[in-house]
């Protein structure tokens, strides 16, 4: 009963932060989602700040997030038609190339940081460098994950310090991609919005008005034999079971992958399942809304949670060397989106651009919210290629088998080696962007039909 009244009490915060997000302009300017308000109301009522919620609502908060991750991951590409590598390649091989730059370059240069400051004048831990890419490609859920992989490196301070992370790139997600967004506006960067078309107001309240409505979900299966569902989130269940017994496999294996999180595994047990419904035609049940509704229910309630179970001494104990990875880290992807994008995109370059920055310091669903705001009919080509890009980059970067696999080579390689590894893959990107023609030295910023 106690974990249920916890979960009672993790909704109400969710309606407060909602509420508040509906009537307070500050945070419809900023486009904060209600997650993040509610986790920081209830970060200040725990016991970092007011001790205001009981003990035992934290500690049944506290295991959420590391458990949420695996249902975020495991329904990404369920109910998604895997298309062929050339389809795939010919519209979203220009935005792969710009993500795993920016991707990469989060680990380039955040090691870059470690080694010749952090490291000298602070005396971190020379895995504090993967809590950029964790934190801000990966997200809360990413970050929740590999706690016990950063705790098993002698690292204890690294999930919490991930977690700070992710809040602070989610922020600068919205925040700075809303500044990005409104300077493109002005200067004319934007394909079809306009400084006379503004943002609807009803986007920034959130409240959807009758004309605007849309359905969630559709039934696939009747009710009668099993709620549609429950069906949806018990094919989320065997994609979850696979990824648990191919981790078990790989601890079999070898004492390392005891560090492994599960949730990469959880997202391949996906790509399982949907591969083989769709060889036995039993795909046709799936609803991709369903499961978005299911990762999107996960996703609210694990970046509550997280947030509101940050160690504030941990953070203030480490503050310098977190301003700093976090400043460059943000920098980094700044110059991703104003310097690179217009010279790796030919065509709709700010949408591109934006929605990569989206996705790069929050998550994929503030990527595709900020394409919204500026693409809000899917007009231009972004929303098809990012998908696309998604369905490679995924596995490997933003929580992928790369992310999960960095604080290990880190550890036994060493940070040079790891510098040397990011920079090889962020030029071997450039040079496929490059000579297939997507580069450009002089680009127009200004958008010409």
Not at 432 to 444: D, H, L, M, V, Y
Request: hydrophobic share 55%; glycine share 10%.
């Amino acid at each position: 009963m106690e974990f249920l009244y916890s979960i009672c009490i993790l909704s109400i915060f969710l309606l407060i932060g909602k509420a508040l997000r509906a009537n307070i302009k500050l945070l419809q300017r900023l486009f904060l989602p209600s997650s993040i308000i509610a986790g920081f109301i209830a970060l200040s009522l725990g016991p970092y700040g007011a001790n205001f919620i009981p003990e035992w609502i934290m500690n049944n908060w506290q295991p959420l997030p590391g458990i949420l991750i695996n249902i975020v991951f495991a329904c990404l590409f369920l109910g998604v038609q895997i298309p062929g590598i050339k389809k795939i390649w010919n519209s979203g091989g220009s935005q792969l190339c710009f993500g795993v730059i920016a991707g990469m370059g989060q680990y380039f240069i955040a090691l870059l940081v470690t080694i010749l400051v952090l490291v000298p004048l602070f005396k971190v831990h020379k895995l504090f460098a993967c809590i950029v890419e964790i934190g801000f490609s990966g997200g809360h859920g990413t970050a929740a994950g590999m706690k016990d992989a950063f705790r098993g490196y002698g690292f204890e301070a690294g999930g919490d310090l991930a977690l700070m992370s992710a809040t602070v790139g989610i922020t600068t997600a919205v925040v700075a991609g809303m500044i990005l967004i409104n300077i493109a506006i002005r200067k004319g960067y934007c394909a079809y919005l306009s400084e006379k078309k503004g943002i609807p107001s009803y986007k920034r309240k959130g409240l959807i008005p009758k004309p605007k409505r849309f359905s969630i979900a559709t039934a696939t299966v009747a009710s009668e034999a099993i709620e549609p569902l429950s069906f949806h989130f018990a094919i989320v269940g065997i994609a979850i079971a696979i990824g648990w017994a191919m981790l078990s496999g790989l601890q079999a294996i070898h004492v390392e992958f005891d560090k492994f999180p599960l949730f990469p595994l959880a997202m391949i047990g996906g790509l399982i399942v949907q591969v083989i419904s769709s060889k036995v035609k039993i795909d046709k049940y799936y609803d991709k809304q369903s499961f978005d509704r299911i990762l999107g229910f996960s996703l609210d309630i694990l970046v509550l949670s997280a947030i509101a179970g940050i160690k504030l001494d941990v953070f203030v104990d480490n503050l310098w060397p977190f301003v700093i990875i976090m400043a460059t880290g943000i920098a980094w992807m700044v110059f991703c989106a104003v310097f690179l994008a217009p010279r790796m995109f030919k065509k709709f370059w700010f949408e591109r651009g934006i929605t990569e920055f989206g996705m790069q310091t929050g998550v994929t669903a503030i990527g595709l919210l900020l394409l919204r705001v500026v693409d809000p009919l899917y007009k231009t080509d972004t929303a098809r290629a990012f998908g696309f890009k998604q369905m490679i980059y995924e596995p490997f970067l933003g929580g992928g088998f790369i992310t999960a696999f960095a604080p290990m080579l880190v550890t036994r390689l060493g940070v040079w080696q790891s510098i040397g590894i990011s920079f090889s893959i962020m030029l071997v990107f450039f040079l496929i962007s490059f000579f297939n023609g997507w580069f450009t030295a002089k680009p127009e910023r200004e958008y010409k039909d």
